[in-house]
Every structure is written in C-alpha cells, then in structure tokens.
C-alpha cells in the first residue's frame, strides 16, 4: 500500500513559477514508476509528466515543465515555471506498479488527494 500527499499548489500569475511535491510512503518507493497528472474543470484528467530511469511529458508543458525524484526522501516534484492560465488545474500524483514510463491513469495504482493550482492572467 502506498499514500501520496502532494502539496505546492497555489495562486501565482502567468509567467511564475510554482514547485510541487508528492510525499509517498512506504518502503519500495524507488520501484515505482511515477506521474503527474492534471484536471481542469469539466475535462477528463490528462497526461503531463512521467518518471522511472527517465522523464517524458506532455508536448503543452516540454520545456516549462520539470519532472524530478528523490527516492531517499520518497518524494517526487513537478517544477513549474512559464506558468500560463490554461495550466489552471488540480494536479495529482500517481504511483504506478508497472516498470517503464506509464502514459494512461489506467496504469496507475495509487493516487494522491490532488492540490490546486491557478494560474491568473
């Protein structure tokens, strides 16, 4: 079983910068493929970043975006700058048995709770 708790979220304006973080618990955290997900209201939640011995994201986000891990903390980061108003949503960590980068929510096994990220123009 493992938790996910993320936090950083916030109200910063077009062109900042926000930081997230996804604290997992449990012992086997190096194992898991993990991701970064995002939902703006009335849409379904999406793809935006992933990371096992590699990253990958979103083609709205390369180059903004910075997906990191740091398995001594069991923690997992999104560095987010060039922020812009269309990246207005909750954004939720996921943690994923599966080895390899994992694209789909469906290949997720475990989420966090999500944190709330507004971007104003």
């Known amino acids: 079983q493992v938790q996910l708790v993320e936090s950083g979220g916030g109200l910063v304006q077009a062109g900042g910068s926000l930081r997230l973080s996804c604290a997992a618990s449990?012992?086997?955290?190096?194992?898991?493929?993990m991701g970064w997900f995002r939902q703006a209201p009335g849409k379904e939640r999406e793809f935006v970043a992933a990371?096992?011995?590699?990253?990958d994201y979103a083609d709205s986000v390369k180059g903004r975006f910075t997906i990191s891990r740091d398995n001594a903390k069991n923690t997992v980061y999104l560095q987010m700058n060039s922020l812009k108003p269309e990246d207005t949503a909750v954004y939720y960590c996921?943690?994923?048995?599966?080895?390899?980068?994992?694209?789909?929510?469906?290949?997720?096994?475990?989420w966090g709770q999500g944190t709330q990220v507004t971007v104003s123009s």
């Open positions: 990371i096992y011995l590699t990253t």
């Open positions: 996921g943690a994923s048995y599966y080895s390899g980068l994992q694209y789909d929510r469906e290949r997720y096994h475990y």
């Open positions: 449990g012992r086997t955290f190096s194992r898991y493929a």
